[in-house]
């Protein structure tokens, strides 16, 4: 297992203060270690301030490079003048991923492409993929991806990250769909992508050959996102996460909220046990130890598993309850503690009276 060290400002510190998960820190741990991936499929390309006749070059110089699949993360959803040489880019690009947004039919519980590129029905061998992140509002932390989204009809439009995957192992992604999940946990750490702005696209054109190249904007203010292991990124950048996720075939396994509470009651009721049967004086000071050794095997439990093993345990709900296990048994203790004295000191009046009464 790689090294681990322990940090609380970690674990308390998340870009949103209202959205953060344990598994966010044990991604934030993971990714502060000294051990980095350069992915070996995936290549971005920046489109930094580029026009359309920029992109368009880009497209073209892109197309030269026998890529194995082009995905472009750009919605032209507006036609402007000069877009002739755009149009003809994307129609001659072999094998290249068009992004498109989806929206929900909370009705019918489907969806249907909500904004796309205006020229898109002119394209006919262009594959269209979703580039929306499931998210519950537009500043939540992007841990999972949705595979695919069904339509009315009953079609599936492929994420963008499944579209441009499939194209690199039809395989692979076969596998990943069998698990059948609705949303899968995105690989953030350890991982580096290859960057690559439009002025070095010609000096590294060899780079790109049979790889996944990923064209979008690497900088955009409008099209940065909170991950669990940084506050701002790209847009492009989640997808190159995603599609590296899915073509890794290691996927996260999450425990079942019932198991993750079942956990967290045996080691409460274990503690409380302990906490019972322990009569020293100085119960006090040695339950807390024992109550910060517990929490800190239960943080590195947990990251034992999510890195090895990628098994998602939920120890917040262990944590918790060892936390407040340990508080309730302080509060028994106390409250015992202060009957017997009560029930002492009573007693102790009454001698006293009955002695006083045998003395007259």
Not at 225 to 252: D, E, K, Q, W
Not at 260 to 277: G, H, K, Q, R
Request: with cysteine; charged share 20%.
């Amino acid at each position: 297992m790689q090294p681990f060290s322990f940090s609380a400002a970690s674990l308390l510190s998340s870009a949103d203060g209202n959205d953060f998960t344990i598994n966010d820190f044990y991604n934030k741990v993971a990714d502060s270690r000294h051990v980095t991936t350069l992915d070996s499929n995936v290549v971005i390309v920046d489109i930094a301030a580029c026009d359309r006749e920029g992109i368009a070059e880009i497209i073209e110089t892109v197309s030269l490079c026998s890529p194995r699949t082009v995905g472009l993360d750009v919605v032209f959803a507006e036609p402007k003048e000069h877009d002739s040489r755009l149009i003809e880019a994307i129609k001659n690009c072999p094998n290249l991923v068009l992004a498109v947004s989806v929206e929900a039919d909370s009705a019918t519980k489907t969806f249907h492409i909500d904004e796309s590129s205006y020229f898109t029905p002119e394209l006919e061998n262009v594959e269209l993929a979703a580039i929306n992140f499931p998210t519950g509002s537009n500043n939540r932390t992007i841990r999972e991806f949705k595979p695919d989204y069904i339509t009315a009809d009953g079609k599936r439009i492929p994420s963008f990250a499944l579209a441009t995957s499939r194209k690199q192992s039809g395989e692979i992604v076969d596998r990943f769909m069998k698990r059948g999940n609705d949303l899968e946990f995105i690989t953030y750490y350890s991982r580096i992508f290859k960057t690559i702005s439009p002025e070095e696209l010609a000096d590294r054109a060899e780079e790109l050959i049979d790889k996944i190249v990923l064209i979008g904007a690497a900088n955009d203010p409008y099209d940065l996102h909170v991950t669990p292991v940084s506050a701002a990124m790209s847009g492009i950048n989640i997808h190159a996460y995603t599609v590296a996720t899915i073509l890794s075939g290691r996927y996260f396994y999450q425990l079942h909220r019932y198991t993750n509470w079942a956990i967290a009651f045996i080691s409460c009721f274990i503690v409380i046990m302990i906490s019972l049967m322990i009569n020293i004086g100085v119960k006090g000071l040695l339950m807390r130890i024992i109550q910060v050794t517990l929490l800190y095997l239960t943080i590195r439990l947990g990251y034992y598993f999510f890195i090895e093993h990628n098994i998602i345990i939920n120890f917040s709900y262990s944590l918790m309850m060892l936390t407040f296990g340990l508080f309730a048994g302080d509060i028994w203790i106390g409250m015992t503690t202060i009957i017997t004295w009560i029930y002492n000191k009573i007693n102790h009046i009454r001698e006293s009276r009955t002695e006083n009464i045998y003395t007259q």
